[in-house]
């Protein structure tokens, strides 16, 4: 015995130690093989997050036609994408570190671009869009759409992004679609003042040629024989039928150019109605159609030029005898609604295709060569028509269902406003 301990007790303190080294061996390794395991796991990680910054980095480099920069709150540049060299002229190397005042903003802007830094410094949520004027390399000023955003970048350093769409091409586009705009209404205002000369011109001797062939037709110059005063009568009726023609060019011509005159009075449209009714009543009775009025309890006086509102029902009240089958009905209805008249002509007549509506309105326009063969016109009754309705303040509208019927409508103010 040792110390009073047996061979016994130091056999069992000897395996014990053996044990404790065993185990603390074991520890050392689990402990070293976990650091390792975690190193070479942030060491991954690391690689990871260099390719997808490489990747992000190359996204937002190969981005077609957006100019993006990046800069610190001192305008370094420090971010300069392809985008941004063919937009500007100057090369990545050439860019990054000079200051993006010296190289892209004018001096007019300078202050402005001040006034943005100092927001994006205390505002973390700081965003901009604008639309500005910048300086490529060579010193020619381009237009931008740009928007600004702050980045937090690591070490606290405050970081602004800007994205840059140049806007020159479509400004320049807008431009020259400005100028054909003016060019064709300058075109379409000289040929409404030829139309207008011509039309007056030509007004003159076609009075004198329907007053003197009414005179022959009536026998004042003598008895005519009845061939003679059937030609007569056919040179009264086509001479009258031509002043009707020039007539509405005139008119339509005055309108385009801005000179057709109201002379608005105070109109009772129950009667005006009425007399239109009874007047196209004859030419209607030849079809064997039926013209009814639906006239609202409510419809009384309106402000209008009373010439050029009959004018507007006659125009479409005959257009509906023309186009409306034999023995059919056309319907003229009207109200007032939310301090305007509203006036309907209905008629059972051919209908209108969907894809012939929009050469409604047009002048010397018809709508398909069927009706142009079977229904003399020349097109120019619903044009005047909107043109005349416009005039009041007004708009035209028609609804139609090819083959069955076709309703035209218009509205204009209750009262004229100047």
């Not at 190289?103 to 410094?121: F, Q, T």
């Not at 705009?181 to 001797?205: C, G, Q, W």
């Not at 008895?223 to 005063?229: H, S, T, Y």
């Not at 018809?366 to 005047?384: A, D, E, R």
């Amino acid at each position: 015995m040792v110390n009073g301990l047996s061979s016994a007790d130091f056999s069992f303190i000897k395996a014990l130690s053996f044990i404790l080294v065993l185990m603390s061996a074991n520890i050392s390794y689990m402990v070293l093989s976990k650091n390792v395991s975690l190193s070479r796991t942030i060491e991954k990680q690391d690689i990871e997050l260099q390719m997808n910054d490489k990747k992000f980095r190359k996204f937002i480099d190969d981005i077609p036609n957006v100019a993006i920069q990046g800069f610190d709150i001192h305008l370094i540049v420090h971010y300069w994408n392809s985008a941004s060299e063919k937009m500007y002229g100057y090369s990545k190397e050439e860019a990054i570190g000079q200051k993006i005042t010296d190289l892209i903003v004018p001096i007019d802007n300078g202050k402005e671009l001040s006034e943005m830094i100092n927001s994006a410094m205390t505002d973390p949520k700081f965003e901009r869009f604008n639309e500005t004027t910048f300086v490529t390399k060579g010193k020619r000023s381009i237009s931008v759409l740009s928007s600004y955003s702050n980045v937090l970048l690591p070490g606290t350093q405050l970081s602004i992004f800007s994205m840059k769409i140049d806007l020159t091409e479509r400004k320049m586009m807008e431009e020259e679609l400005i100028i054909s705009k003016d060019m064709a209404e300058a075109s379409n205002i000289a040929k409404s003042k030829f139309l207008a000369n011509v039309s007056h011109e030509l007004r003159t001797p076609l009075n004198s040629i329907i007053g003197f062939s009414d005179l022959l037709a009536n026998g004042y110059a003598g008895p005519l024989n009845e061939k003679q005063g059937k030609y007569a009568g056919n040179i009264s009726a086509s001479g009258k039928h031509l002043l009707s023609l020039i007539n509405d060019i005139l008119d339509l011509s005055k309108a385009e150019v801005g000179k057709m005159e109201l002379h608005c009075e105070k109109v009772n449209l129950r009667l005006l109605l009425l007399e239109i009714t009874e007047s196209m009543n004859i030419s209607a009775s030849r079809k064997g159609i039926t013209i009814t009025t639906m006239i609202q309890p409510d419809v009384g006086i309106v402000e209008a030029d009373t010439g050029k509102l009959k004018q507007i029902l006659y125009n479409l009240v005959g257009n509906a005898i023309k186009f409306s089958n034999e023995n059919g009905a056309i319907t003229i209805k009207s109200r007032m609604d939310q301090g305007s008249l509203e006036i309907e002509v209905e008629d059972s007549g051919i209908g209108i295709k969907e894809e012939d509506m929009d050469k409604l309105f047009k002048p010397f326009s018809q709508i398909n060569s069927f009706s142009q063969k079977q229904y003399v016109g020349t097109g120019l009754g619903l044009s005047l028509v909107k043109k005349l309705v416009e005039v009041h303040g007004g708009k035209t509208w028609v609804r139609s269902e090819y083959g069955k019927f076709s309703i035209f409508g218009f509205s204009i103010p209750l009262e004229r406003i100047e």
